[in-house]
Nanobody, 123 residues
Framework: VQLQASGGGLVQAGGSLRLSCKGSRRTSSNNAVGWFRQPPGQEREFVATISWDGASTNYAESVKGRFTVSRRKAESTVYLLMNSLKPEDTAVYYC?????????????????WGQGTQVTVSS
């Protein structure tokens, strides 16, 4: 079971980045996927989730209207498009997966984690 997040980088405030989370077929085919982030010196926090079929999404209040989560099942990949980035979006971003969509937005309950990708937003 493997998840691999990528796409992070350095961007100016107001800019955009698209993160990718590629999973093995076994990991992602029927799993809901979530994105979390961990700002420097802070706890890991929920960002967004998407259901296994892409029909349902959920966002943290802090990113609503700026971030969009989507998935391409054929490619076993979930994307997080981040627009209008702010310095407070700076964090290590992680993707996660779980067969139970109720768990995928709750950090202590998530089954599968990928490694993080660093996003830095300069002011």
């Amino acid at each position: 079971v493997q998840l691999q997040a990528s796409g992070g980088g350095l961007v100016q405030a107001g800019g955009s980045l698209r993160l990718s989370c590629k999973g093995s077929r076994r990991t992602s085919s029927n799993n809901a996927v979530g994105w979390f982030r961990q700002p420097p010196g802070q706890e890991r926090e929920f960002v967004a989730t998407i259901s296994w079929d892409g029909a349902s999404t959920n966002y943290a209040e802090s990113v609503k209207g700026r971030f969009t989560v989507s998935r391409r099942k054929a490619e076993s990949t979930v994307y997080l498009l981040m627009n209008s980035l702010k310095p407070e979006d700076t964090a290590v971003y992680y993707c996660a997966a779980d067969s139970d969509p109720r768990r995928v937005s709750i950090r202590p309950l998530v089954t599968y984690w990928g490694q993080g990708t660093q996003v830095t937003v300069s002011s």
